[in-house]
């Protein structure tokens, strides 16, 4: 079975500070993939990357960045976080483009 | 852009009963499409999948069905049970998105006892 796994399930942060959210992935998938989820809205891409060190804007990314230094992990960073950023991320990987997503268990972030 | 859209916000179903949940979707380019669960407070779950040179994919207890004609995609669920309560939403990818998926809005079956 396919395993993502994000680093805190809950995740409360104040207004400024810098925020990490990690996401690992254990099947040698190519492509990593950070959405929000908002009610209202469905899910919203930020980035995503198809290989290591490299990435690509989705529809939503700014006030966001990404790293993705080694294969299995994709990195999403909120630089300076702002109440609007309040919301479910999500994490996903698939094998190839076009392929099959499989979503993380997701991380509940409240920003105050 | 192009977007995955769903026709009932809600779906209320009798347990035993086959469920029916529905997509439309606009881009007569894609070529894949994806059902996913999603419950409660946690992330989406692969159902089943389908691609463009099919209409019909079966999997346990659910079905999938393409009609590429009128741009259609419906979800069933045979003897649906309480745990089949969730969010259900589909998405489609085409050949030039490469790796973006499309996700409709999503339709909440509930699973009456």
């Known amino acids: 079975d396919v395993k993502v796994t994000q680093s805190s399930r809950y995740l409360v942060k104040r207004t400024g500070e810098k925020v990490f959210l990690e996401c690992v992935q254990d099947?040698?998938?190519?492509?990593m993939f950070w959405y929000r989820q908002d009610p209202g809205l469905g899910l919203r891409l930020i980035y995503f990357s198809y290989d290591v060190k490299m990435k690509e804007k989705g529809d939503i990314p700014e006030g966001y960045s990404v790293s993705r230094e080694k294969k299995e992990r994709f990195s999403l960073i909120l630089e300076s976080a702002s109440t609007n950023q309040t919301s479910m991320y999500l994490c996903a990987s698939s094998l190839t483009g076009g392929d099959t997503q499989y979503f993380g268990p997701g991380t509940r972030l409240t920003v105050l | 852009g192009e977007s995955v859209g769903l026709h009932l916000p809600t779906l209320s179903v009798q347990e035993g009963d086959n469920s029916i949940i529905n997509c439309a979707y606009s881009n007569s380019a894609s070529d894949y499409f994806i059902w996913y669960k999603q419950e409660s407070g946690k992330g989406p779950q692969f159902i089943i999948d389908?691609?463009?040179?099919?209409d019909k994919r079966q999997g346990q207890r659910v079905t999938v069905l393409l009609n590429k004609t009128v741009k259609h995609l419906s979800l069933q669920i045979a003897a649906t049970q309480p745990g089949d309560s969730a969010v259900y939403f589909c998405?489609?990818?085409?050949?030039?998105?490469?790796?973006?998926?499309?996700f409709g809005s999503g339709t909440r079956l509930l699973v009456r006892p």
């Open positions: 099947m040698d998938h190519e492509n």
């Open positions: 389908i691609r463009s040179n099919m």
């Open positions: 998405a489609d990818g085409t050949p030039d998105s490469s790796y973006k998926l499309i």
